[in-house]
Each structure stands twice: as structure tokens, then as C-alpha cells.
Nanobody, 124 residues
Framework: QVQLVESGGGLVQAGGSLRLSCAASGGTFSNYVMGWFRQAPGKERDFVAHISRNDDTTDYADSVKGRFTISRDNAKNTVYLQMNSLKPEDTAVYYC?????????????????WGSGTQVTVSS
């Protein structure tokens, strides 16, 4: 059983930056594809970014491409989401997720483990 704990959320003005972290425990971190998703009030949970097990492949939603960067440190069992040029529409609860199967996917249902989320609020 893998436990995931997100941190780094908060309130920031439009144009600002935040760095989210997700610390994993209870499993072999390097065996998991890691993803970030977000959910705004009244909306579905949407894909943001994911990263392969050995850090050589990443993928981003079009809405964040060029502004967000996902990375991982397998030695620290941590995945990060650097968010720059934040916009009010980025406001959401951000979730970290882990997937045991090797293939990258944007489908949230394919992920096996989830954190409890961290709130990101971007003011205009």
C-alpha cells in the first residue's frame, strides 16, 4: 500500500509561482508512474501532468504546457510540480497519484493510489 502526501499549496497572485511536492511511502517509489491531477469546485478531476518511472518521459495537459514542470527524485521518494505564470483558472485542489503499470495514461481511473490533495488558489 502506497501513501501519498501533498504539500506546497497556498494562495498566490496571478503570475506567481508555487512548487507542489508529493512524498510517497509504503512502496518502491521508482516502480510507479506518478501523476498530478486537479479538481475545481463543481468540476471533474482533470489530468495535469505525469512522469515515467525513470524520469525520461513527461506529458502535460495543453492548459499547463509551458508553465508547469513535473519532476521526480526517486532517491527522495518525491514527485514535484513546479507551477509558474499561474492563472486564476489554475485554482483547484491538486492531487498526486501513483500507478503501478508502466504505461503513461491521462485517465485518472488507471491510477492506483491517491493523496488527499492540496489547495491552490490564484487571485486575479
Amino acid at each position: 500500500q502506497v501513501q501519498l502526501v501533498e504539500s506546497g499549496g497556498g494562495l498566490v497572485q496571478a503570475g506567481g509561482s508555487l512548487r507542489l511536492s508529493c512524498a510517497a511511502s509504503g512502496g518502491t517509489f521508482s516502480n510507479y508512474v506518478m501523476g498530478w491531477f486537479r479538481q475545481a469546485p463543481g468540476k471533474e478531476r482533470d489530468f495535469v501532468a505525469h512522469i515515467s518511472r525513470n524520469d525520461d518521459t513527461t506529458d502535460y495537459a495543453d492548459s499547463v504546457k509551458g508553465r508547469f514542470t513535473i519532476s521526480r527524485d526517486n532517491a527522495k521518494n518525491t514527485v514535484y510540480l513546479q507551477m509558474n505564470s499561474l492563472k486564476p483558472e489554475d485554482t483547484a485542489v491538486y492531487y498526486c497519484a501513483a500507478k503501478a503499470a508502466i504505461l503513461l495514461t491521462r485517465n485518472a481511473r488507471r491510477y492506483d493510489y491517491w493523496g488527499s490533495g492540496t489547495q491552490v488558489t490564484v487571485s486575479s
